[in-house]
């Protein structure tokens, strides 16, 4: 179905050159002509029927069919006949509609010399003068008075550059506008498809951004809770005599954890459902979070320097956040006695985070020799945290230090505006 307007477009001009030719057949039926009459007939109906395909050879014959008259090789026109050359304002009206553009504007000067041709012709070689009742005489063949030429071909020249000139310009506005509106279409498509690759963009945002929050809930409560029963068990091994209250200790704290993780994940997918914002962890919170890891079994010194700066709720978040996984991770690897330091520095313009766990590597992946890098793959943590970071406007690096230690270094700048935010979202995502 969409070969069929192509089609019917490539066979409007050789309909026209059909029409054109019947209905001078029509008008001149039962006068009689010479041979020449016909040959130029068939050529100007060859010159509108290729307008479209080859616009060249089209104005070539318009152009060459008043020189072959003017030479004598064609029949000059005659009182009835000279109209056929408005074969030529059709030809100038598709070659402006439907050309190239070197032949498009080529035309403008086929369109003049034709003019020029046409007006030469008919008052030279033809009796344009007894025509229109003018007082000059046809001399063998030829208008004798020089005054003719000032007053018939220069008015025929004139008025057939203008209807030539005319019908291009509009062959060319109405192609102007065609493109125009291909344009619009084709930027109209394109705003479609990149509304559609962003929401697609959204979406796998979103599920990162929940898949972040369900490994940052379930990994600290499900760590807390294998360091608690790990070391219960081990408890129980070294000193059987206090099984009871110990075992009775770690199923509290457990259970305590176990329960958090659950509101914290049903919190997480009720938000899913909600629009309505439900409380974030922030900096007050991280209280909280350093006890119910020290409950589990791990020693941490928490240090502050400097006078806190005011942050953003989302960069309270990505702080909590960072210190929470940096936690887990020294928690999961950092042995039976794991140890931590935390320190917040507010210097300059901003916090500068630092979390040392000693023996363990904080990344979530094997401990390596001290100068070796860890064989295992970066994990989704480690990355989640660097994300983190980027979008509160800072940057977070993760490394052994020489000693074994693994050293967790976080920025985070305290002025930090919406529009900054927005620009690191749209580079993280």
Do not use: C
């Not at 307007?5 to 039962?30: F, H, K, S």
């Not at 890098?373 to 945290?385: C, D, H, I, N, V």
């Amino acid at each position: 179905m969409s070969r069929l307007p192509n089609l019917v477009r490539l066979a409007v001009e050789p309909a026209i050159a059909a029409v054109y030719l019947v209905l001078w057949i029509v008008a001149e039926v039962g006068r009689q002509h010479p041979f020449g009459f016909w040959v130029t007939l068939a050529l100007l109906t060859v010159a509108i029927g290729v307008s479209r395909w080859l616009p060249a050879v089209a104005l070539g014959i318009v152009v060459g069919v008043p020189m072959l008259q003017l030479v004598g090789v064609l029949s000059p026109p005659e009182s009835t006949t000279w109209p056929m050359y408005e074969a030529a304002v059709i030809v100038a009206f598709v070659v402006g509609l439907t050309a190239s553009t070197r032949i498009r504007w080529a035309a403008i000067g086929a369109i003049v010399v034709q003019a020029v041709l046409v007006g030469v012709v008919m008052v030279y070689r033809g009796d344009w003068l007894s025509w229109i009742g003018g007082s000059g005489t046809n001399v063998g063949g030829m208008a004798s008075p020089l005054s003719d030429f000032s007053d018939s071909v220069l008015p025929l020249v004139s008025a057939g550059a203008v209807l030539g000139l005319v019908a291009w310009t509009a062959g060319f506005a109405l192609q102007v506008n065609a493109r125009r509106h291909a344009d619009q279409e084709l930027i109209a498509q394109a705003e479609a498809d990149l509304a559609v690759a962003d929401v697609e963009l959204r979406s796998v945002k979103e599920r990162s951004e929940i898949a972040q929050e369900v490994h940052d809930v379930l990994a600290h409560s499900l760590a807390v809770v294998i360091a608690v029963a790990d070391g219960s068990r081990f408890l129980r091994a070294a000193r059987p005599e206090t099984e009871g209250e110990q075992t009775d200790a770690a199923l509290r704290e457990i259970a305590d954890t176990a329960r958090s993780a659950l509101t914290d994940l049903r919190g997480l997918l009720e938000a899913l459902h909600d629009d309505s914002s439900r409380p974030q962890p922030a900096l007050g919170d991280l209280s909280a979070l350093v006890a119910r890891v020290t409950a589990a079994g791990m020693r941490i010194s928490v240090d502050h320097f400097g006078d806190p700066w005011p942050l953003t709720p989302a960069q309270e978040l990505s702080v909590y956040r960072i210190v929470q996984e940096s936690l887990t991770n020294a928690l999961k690897h950092g042995g039976p006695h794991p140890v931590a330091a935390v320190s917040f520095a507010w210097q300059g313009e901003g916090l500068a985070l630092t979390v040392v766990s000693d023996g363990a590597d904080a990344s979530g992946g094997e401990t390596a020799a001290p100068g070796v890098e860890s064989a295992a793959p970066r994990t989704f943590g480690l990355q989640g945290m660097k994300d983190r970071a980027r979008l509160a406007g800072g940057w977070l690096t993760a490394e052994r230090d020489a000693d074994g230690a693994f050293i967790v270094t976080a920025f985070v700048p305290a002025r930090w505006s919406a529009a900054d935010a927005q620009s690191a979202t749209e580079e993280a995502a």
